[in-house]
């Protein structure tokens, strides 16, 4: 499958990435190795040895170099292979592993994978969550078994909430919302506005108590090539938006293979949020189970509908609601081609 390469994807969540060890993960569908050098910088290298193709994941790590667990061949952090220990030891020219660049920011690891140099403008800013900020915060990760792109329509378009988030993050009326599309420099941000709705649960408990009804918004922006940044929240009927009813949703997608994706999400709460730890242990639970209750099973019983299928073959129906998803779809397909124009591929 061809992916948007010239971009940084979040491999992991920072603390993945252990002193000493080991962690192996596939994006983009290769295989990659991370591990700390001993200066406590993160490597990415991929995880197959060019000589009878182990995962290197199966090795040791040999102060910044990785030994391979199967004959013994050792590379440096530069993907370079530094020792041959058989025969006299010369080290054919071909014995060498890709090394990908790698940024640490905002709790996260980056990975570029594309041929192109790599691009610190092209990262998208999550500062809100920064450690040293003022928003508290809470983080997560799920498998999915479906691609990207449907998960991506399932963030960018959150019509779907009335309906398989009943109860929680939705209430009845917010199906009448209105909703506006707005691009801006790459961007695709699909804007939902509530008037006067009855308050979704997960609002009342941390926010409300009160049970009355609320205007709602959710803001979701998409940054290409998969990362989402949801400004949501409530507040009383004809009121301003205030210091607290509201929070940042992070959603980034890493596609795994074509029918699989690595899910990190999170969420950053500004500083007049008034929670207590319960309470805002209870708004994280109550997300995550959404996402990994609700949105999972439906999403892998999605891409299972699709199977091989191409999706746009399946001609699928289209509902006012899929303006945002179709565009980004378009503007992927738009980059993917820009990329292979560029490359000759
Ligand atoms: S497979 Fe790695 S050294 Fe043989
Ligand atoms: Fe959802």
Same mark, same amino acid.
């Given at each position: 499958?061809?992916?948007?390469?010239?971009?940084?994807?979040?491999a992991c969540?920072?603390?993945e990435v252990?002193?000493?060890e080991m962690f192996h993960r596939r994006l983009?569908?290769e295989p990659v190795v991370f591990y700390?050098?001993?200066?406590?910088?993160?490597v990415a290298l991929q995880d197959r040895?060019?000589?009878?193709?182990v995962p290197l994941h199966m090795g040791?790590?040999?102060?910044?170099?990785i030994?391979?667990g199967?004959?013994?061949?050792?590379?440096?952090?530069?993907?370079?292979?530094?020792?041959?220990?058989?025969?006299?030891?010369?080290?054919?020219?071909?014995?060498?592993?890709?090394?990908?660049?790698?940024?640490?920011?905002?709790?996260?690891v980056?990975i570029?994978?594309?041929?192109?140099?790599?691009?610190?403008?092209?990262?998208?800013?999550?500062?809100?969550?920064?450690?040293?900020?003022?928003?508290?915060?809470?983080?997560?990760?799920?498998?999915?078994?479906?691609?990207?792109?449907?998960?991506?329509?399932?963030?960018?378009?959150?019509?779907?909430?009335?309906?398989?988030?009943?109860?929680?993050?939705?209430? %009845?009326?917010?199906?009448?919302? $209105?909703?506006?599309?707005? +691009?801006? #420099? *790459?961007?695709?941000?699909?804007?939902? &506005?509530?008037?006067?709705?009855?308050?979704?649960?997960?609002?009342?408990?941390?926010?409300?108590?009160?049970?009355?009804?609320?205007?709602?918004?959710?803001?979701?922006?998409?940054?290409? %090539?998969?990362?989402?940044?949801? $400004?949501?929240?409530?507040? +009383?009927? #004809? *009121?301003?938006?205030?210091?607290?009813? &509201?929070?940042?949703?992070?959603?980034?997608?890493?596609?795994e293979?074509?029918?699989?994706?690595h899910?990190?999400?999170?969420?950053?709460?500004?500083?007049?949020?008034?929670?207590?730890?319960?309470?805002?242990?209870?708004?994280?639970?109550?997300?995550?189970?959404?996402?990994?209750?609700?949105?999972?099973?439906?999403?892998?019983?999605?891409?299972?509908?699709?199977?091989?299928?191409?999706?746009?073959?399946?001609?699928?129906?289209?509902?006012?609601?899929?303006?945002?998803?179709?565009?980004?779809?378009?503007?992927?397909?738009?980059?993917?081609?820009?990329?292979?124009?560029?490359?000759?591929?």
């Amino acid at each position: 499958m061809a992916y948007i390469k010239n971009a940084w994807y979040v491999a992991c969540w920072d603390n993945e990435v252990k002193a000493g060890e080991m962690f192996h993960r596939r994006l983009l569908d290769e295989p990659v190795v991370f591990y700390r050098k001993q200066d406590g910088t993160v490597v990415a290298l991929q995880d197959r040895c060019p000589h009878r193709f182990v995962p290197l994941h199966m090795g040791r790590l040999v102060n910044d170099a990785i030994e391979c667990g199967y004959h013994g061949l050792r590379f440096d952090c530069t993907g370079k292979c530094v020792l041959n220990p058989h025969g006299d030891g010369k080290i054919p020219a071909a014995a060498k592993v890709r090394q990908y660049p790698t940024l640490e920011r905002f709790g996260m690891v980056w990975i570029w994978m594309g041929d192109g140099a790599p691009d610190g403008g092209k990262l998208p800013d999550y500062g809100v969550l920064d450690s040293t900020g003022d928003f508290s915060t809470t983080r997560g990760y799920i498998h999915i078994d479906s691609n990207y792109e449907l998960m991506a329509e399932n963030l960018l378009d959150l019509s779907h909430i009335t309906y398989l988030h009943d109860g929680y993050l939705g209430s %009845p009326e917010q199906i009448g919302a $209105d909703q506006q599309l707005v +691009e801006n #420099g *790459g961007t695709l941000s699909c804007n939902r &506005w509530m008037p006067n709705i009855s308050v979704p649960r997960i609002f009342d408990m941390v926010y409300r108590r009160d049970g009355q009804p609320v205007d709602m918004w959710t803001n979701m922006t998409w940054m290409p %090539p998969s990362c989402f940044l949801l $400004d949501s929240g409530v507040h +009383e009927v #004809g *009121g301003q938006r205030a210091d607290h009813g &509201w929070y940042y949703g992070i959603h980034i997608l890493t596609p795994e293979t074509e029918k699989t994706t690595h899910y990190h999400f999170a969420a950053a709460m500004p500083p007049g949020t008034r929670l207590s730890e319960d309470e805002a242990r209870t708004f994280a639970s109550l997300r995550r189970f959404a996402f990994e209750s609700q949105d999972k099973p439906m999403l892998d019983a999605q891409q299972a509908a699709i199977g091989d299928n191409n999706f746009w073959d399946l001609k699928p129906v289209l509902l006012t609601v899929d303006a945002g998803p179709v565009r980004m779809r378009r503007q992927i397909e738009r980059l993917i081609k820009q990329e292979q124009d560029v490359t000759g591929q």
